[in-house]
């Protein structure tokens, strides 16, 4: 099992809908949880960051956090084709060994 | 504020030589991580260095080495170049990271893209 698991996609949806990317992980005393944003051929830019369980929303995006069921995801909403890129999920845990660990990352295209 | 800054952009080099990168943190922030991101994948932690020591490695062979300096800026060296080398290589920057806890963002520097032929 992999420690963040992400499915890679490509998740398509049409201009102004709502994108929906998923995450879970394996180390359950994992405790700060990052959605970072990719483009191609470019180093990876933070969108967001959830510590506790439940909603935390920034303009159009809403990270959402279960630790029981060890998962967290990102809606975006309202679309738009510049959010076309792939999502990467991160998670740092309780090991004591100060990495971030990155999922594969989620390719979204949001169609014009 | 500065950022976190990479240099070269871009490298090539041939297998069985040595590469250093360079990466200068963001300011305010003494801890420095380096990862490897090949194409398709996601970034994989090299190691860390805090107080210009090695504070945790990930799965890489020791020919993956680095250095701190009191500036907070850093190197990664590779020694032995293979074709698998070839990858995006991600500076990051943060305030301490703690065990436990709820730890700051990773900040990333453009990167280096290393080509081994």
């Known amino acids: 099992q992999k420690e963040v698991e992400q499915n890679s996609g490509p998740l398509s949806v049409p201009e102004g809908a709502i994108a929906s990317l998923n995450c879970t992980y394996s180390d359950r005393g994992s405790q700060s949880f990052f959605w970072y944003r990719q483009y191609s051929g470019k180093s990876p830019e933070l969108i967001m960051f959830?510590?506790?369980?439940g909603d935390k929303e920034d303009g159009r995006f809403t990270a959402q956090l279960n630790k029981a069921s060890q998962y967290v995801s990102l809606l975006i909403r309202d679309s738009q084709p510049s959010d076309s890129a792939t999502y990467l999920c991160?998670?740092?845990?309780?090991?004591?060994?100060?990495?971030?660990?990155f999922g594969t990352g989620t390719r979204l295209k949001v169609l014009a | 504020e500065t950022g976190v800054t990479q240099s070269p952009t871009h490298l090539i080099k041939t297998r069985g030589q040595q590469v250093t990168l360079r990466c200068s943190s963001q300011?305010?922030?003494?801890?420095v991580s380096w990862y490897q991101q090949a194409l398709g994948q996601g970034p994989q932690f090299i190691f860390q260095?805090?107080?210009?020591?090695?504070?945790g490695r990930g799965n890489f062979p020791p020919r993956f080495s680095g250095l701190q300096f009191p500036n907070y800026s850093s190197e990664l060296n590779v020694n032995a170049l293979e074709l698998d080398d070839s990858a995006l290589y991600l500076c990051a920057s943060s305030p301490r990271v703690q065990t436990g806890g709820n730890n700051s963002p990773l900040h990333f520097g453009n990167g280096t893209r290393l080509t081994v032929t």
């Open positions: 959830i510590y506790s369980n």
């Open positions: 991160a998670v740092i845990g309780l090991s004591g060994t100060y990495k971030y660990i």
């Open positions: 260095y805090y107080r210009e020591e090695e504070n």
């Open positions: 300011s305010g922030h003494n801890t």
